[in-house]
């Protein structure tokens, strides 16, 4: 059993700052890419940013330059940090990780359960 754990979600007003994280937990043999997706009410899920296991990172263009990801791979964790929030980065945010149980079984992506975030004008 695999449980992705978010947390640091909630209220903000605009040019704050909030730092996300999410845990991978249980008998995890390899994590791959790992990642953050948003979802605004009445929009589809997007990517907002993504990294790598050796760390080459990827972001959406709206949150080029405001927001960092990392991971610590001996924690099996990645954080979102977020600054210069904007009303239009209030969204449901959630992690994806592409892991392995096993040493010869495929990569499947786990998703977590989300976090809100809200940015007040």
């Known amino acids: 059993q695999v449980q992705l754990v978010e947390s640091g979600g909630g209220l903000v007003q605009a040019g704050g700052s909030l730092r996300l994280s999410c845990a991978a937990a249980?008998?995890?043999?390899?994590?791959?890419?790992m990642g953050w997706y948003r979802q605004a009410l009445g929009k589809e899920r997007e990517l907002v940013a993504e990294i790598s296991s050796v760390g080459t990172t990827n972001y959406a263009d709206s949150v080029k330059g405001r927001f960092t990801i990392s991971r610590d791979n001996a924690k099996n964790t990645v954080y979102l940090q977020m600054n210069s929030l904007k009303p239009e980065d209030t969204a449901g945010y959630y992690c994806?990780?592409?892991?392995?149980?096993?040493?010869?079984?495929?990569?499947?992506?786990?998703w977590g359960q989300g976090t809100q975030v809200s940015v007040s004008s």
């Open positions: 994806k990780a592409s892991l392995k149980l096993k040493r010869f079984h495929p990569y499947r992506d786990y």
């Open positions: 249980g008998n995890i043999f390899s994590i791959n890419g």
